[in-house]
């Protein structure tokens, strides 16, 4: 299955996105909505996809959205725990992706109905997928809102400590392989142009990447 | 208007750093390992909202931000006490919340700012499902945030303090402790801070919070639609909840005081941002 991303919903920019008429022309692929926005807009959008299968970042969206397409739990919704997976079960979702930073408690994860989907690649970032607003704070840009990532993390940073400097770091987002076993395995590669480049934090001056 | 703060143990308890507020935030939600953390177990929380309802003030008990299936048992336990003897239950991960409306269709829920509530759909499910209050993503421009206040859900934001910019598997002090020559959890006694050009954070726990304050002290008329004010201080030095708790408790009753505002420049370290209110990059402070 090829996830493809709906232009102005997608939260990797626009730049590799698709059209409503263009998604609608293919076969086979699952459409991404991880951007977040109003909810009834969303499920009105969903409507308009023909493709059964939507990956969803808002709650009500989710919801509702269940009840006529294949809903998957976007990683922006920060799974972390067999509550989480329940909760969207009950909400009535298909799966939900878990964060690449705890591959290794997939076996851990319960559920009746709901699958799991856990990255075999990806990129491991300074905060979970979904739980950062670095770009936002730095320079307005939001990534769960606008879809664009101004790439922060890959700065280089001073350490102080107590006043005093201490070190120099950066948190560059680090592409990783994962053996990992769950109902699916996802391949990050959407935002990927060349390797190791996030292709909105290619352009960012501080980044090294 | 409810005045709120948060406070992580005993030890940061003292009665003057309580007085200007209505409720308190009990427990360290970035941390199970920093001292005294109220929610780690142990009889500290009960004491604690013992003295805050003796003292005539609400207290509300927070629990851990980003709870793994490993710490559901403590965070279970932590719920299991709090209902019994707070007067609301904070979360921000929704299958905590979910839990604790099912099971305890009584307590008063409030959704953390790190729930990500973005949207009025999402505030209307919550509500929906028994949540009383919503901290809204520390992200929304006021006019977003007045959007998920007509779903009648109550609205709780930060006028005052450094909010999470973002919150991960790993504390990012750790990695230093070498260079510090102190570990977990002596190491964030002091503060670290992470700056590069015009920008710094603060690391702590698992979250990375905005270096600079957010302070909505000149602007705070355009809050008022909200139910409640939070001032941000769980991971400050002493003194700094209860000046700056005074300073908002005396702007709410008494009005705009000039030198009140210029001692809150000089109790931050890093100077002021109005987070995202404004529709702007949060690190950004427009004078009011």
């Known amino acids: 299955m090829k996830f493809v991303g709906l232009k102005g919903y997608s939260r990797y920019s626009d730049r590799k996105a698709l059209t409503l008429d263009e998604v609608n022309s293919l076969e086979n692929i699952a459409v991404v909505l991880n951007r977040v926005r109003d909810g009834k807009e969303l499920v009105k959008t969903c409507r308009k996809i023909r493709h059964e299968h939507v990956i969803l970042n808002e709650l009500y969206a989710i919801s509702d959205a269940s009840k006529f397409k294949k809903v998957t739990v976007s990683v922006g919704m920060s799974t972390m725990n067999n509550l989480d997976l329940w909760f ?7 799966a939900a992706v878990i964060p690449p930073e705890l591959n290794d408690e997939v076996g851990g994860f319960e559920s009746r109905s709901l699958k799991i989907e856990a990255f075999g690649r990806a990129f491991v970032e300074m905060f979970y997928k979904g739980r950062c607003q670095l770009s936002a704070y730095a320079s307005g840009k939001s990534v ?7 790439m922060e993390c890959a700065r280089t ?9 201490i070190a120099e770091v950066n948190f560059r987002p680090e592409l990783k392989v994962y053996d990992v076993e769950a109902d699916y395995i996802k391949h990050e590669i959407r935002q990927i142009e060349g390797e190791g480049v996030i292709e909105d934090g290619a352009d960012n001056k501080h980044s090294k990447s | 208007m409810e005045l709120t703060t948060n406070i992580p143990n005993l030890e940061s308890m003292s009665e003057c750093s309580i007085k200007p507020y209505d409720s308190i935030y009990l427990g360290m939600p970035y941390c199970w390992e920093y001292e005294g953390n109220l929610i780690s177990g142990g009889d500290d929380l009960i004491s604690a909202v013992e003295v805050l309802h003796s003292m005539g003030k609400k207290a509300y008990i927070t629990t851990f931000a980003v709870p793994r299936n490993r710490d559901l048992d403590r965070v279970f336990r932590t719920v299991d006490v709090a209902a019994e003897i707070c007067d609301g239950i904070e979360a921000s991960n929704l299958g905590v919340i979910r839990y604790i409306t099912k099971e305890y269709p009584d307590v008063s829920v409030i959704a953390g700012g790190l729930t990500n509530v973005y949207t009025a759909s999402t505030a209307e499910l919550l509500y929906s499902i028994g949540v009383s209050r919503i901290v809204p993503s520390y992200e929304l421009s006021i006019e977003d945030i007045e959007k998920i206040k007509e779903t009648g859900v109550e609205v709780e934001v930060v006028v005052h303090g450094k909010v999470p910019v973002g919150i991960g598997h790993e504390c990012f002090l750790r990695k230093f402790s070498s260079a510090v020559g102190k570990d977990c959890p002596k190491i964030c006694r002091e503060e670290m801070f992470f700056r590069s050009e015009d920008l710094v954070l603060k690391p702590f726990g698992h979250a990375t919070l905005s270096g600079k304050d957010v302070c909505m002290y000149e602007h705070i008329d355009k809050l008022r639609f909200a139910d409640a004010f939070r001032i941000e201080a769980v991971t400050e030095r002493i003194g700094y909840r209860e000046r700056v708790g005074r300073i908002y408790r005396d702007l709410l009753e008494r009005g705009f005081s000039r030198s009140d ?8 370290e890093n100077g002021f941002a109005n987070g995202y209110y404004f529709n702007r990059a949060g690190q950004i402070y427009i004078p009011g």
Do not use: M, P, T
């Open chain 1, 88 to 94: 969207y079960e009950e909400l009535g979702a298909h």
């Open chain 1, 144 to 150: 769960k809102r606008d879809g664009i990532c101004s």
């Open chain 1, 157 to 165: 940073w001073e350490v102080f400590y107590s006043g005093r400097k």
């Open chain 2, 261 to 268: 505002f210029e001692e809150l420049r000089s109790i931050s």
